[in-house]
């Protein structure tokens, strides 16, 4: 428990660190509202446009823009997975988004599992993770390999929801690594191939499909809760 309780204020104290970076470092904080900025705005195009401005450093941003939007930014993976394959080519970077992908998971695992359920309420919302736990209860483990195998899926709320439940981080990064791998080469294959109107006809099915299946989701799991709540009656 004492070491636990160590970890948890060292781990709270670099969270603190950061925040205080970004609140009186001006060049951190408008290096971080661009890159929110750009995610959110769910161009491709704009999103490899920035990652190659940084010339020789492209590989390392990319793989802190992977983690920066596993642990903060709720979009699609696919959006930074279809940028490293155009950038770096598919199978260069298929490998820079599995391991990246990978990394983000389990700082989103840790941060869960050590600092508890407020402060991943708090980096995603409590809606989302609560529609992940139905999936959790009735799934168990498998929810993770389900998860992974849909990359359009926010990394953030799969992984705070894992790490919040009794699963070992072993059986995690396991599930995680087994399940995100086909689709990430997939997407980075079919990333690499696609150019112009094609690319935004992709992209835009995509989304839509992510945003479908997130509101088929959210709509099954609360008619099981109504279920079990008219069974309990």
Known sequence: MKRKSKIKLITVGIILLF??????????????NEVVYILSSMNVDGVIEYIRSFGAWAVVISFLLM???????????????????AI???WQ????????????????????????????????SKT????????????????????????FMSFDIVSYAAGLTSMSFISFFV???????????????????LTGGIKKLVMGLLILFAVSVLVFMIK????????MDNGAQ
């Open 19 to 32: 925040l205080l970076i970004y609140m009186f470092v001006p060049s951190v904080k408008g290096q971080i």
């Open 67 to 85: 983690i920066f939007q596993s642990i903060a930014a709720p979009i699609p993976a696919f959006l930074i997975t279809f940028a490293n394959a």
């Open 88 to 90: 770096f080519g598919w």
């Open 93 to 124: 970077g298929a490998i820079l988004s599995w391991t990246s992908a990978m990394a983000g998971a389990a700082l989103c695992f840790y941060i869960a599992n050590i600092l508890g359920r407020d402060a991943a309420e708090k980096l995603t």
């Open 128 to 151: 989302a993770l609560e529609s992940v736990d139905g999936f959790f209860e009735k799934y168990g483990k498998h929810t993770i390999l389900i998860c992974r195998l849909l990359p």
């Open 175 to 193: 599930a995680t690594g087994i399940g995100q791998l086909p689709a990430t080469i997939i997407y980075s294959y079919v990333g690499g191939m």
């Open 220 to 227: 099954k799991i609360i008619n099981d809760k109504k279920k």
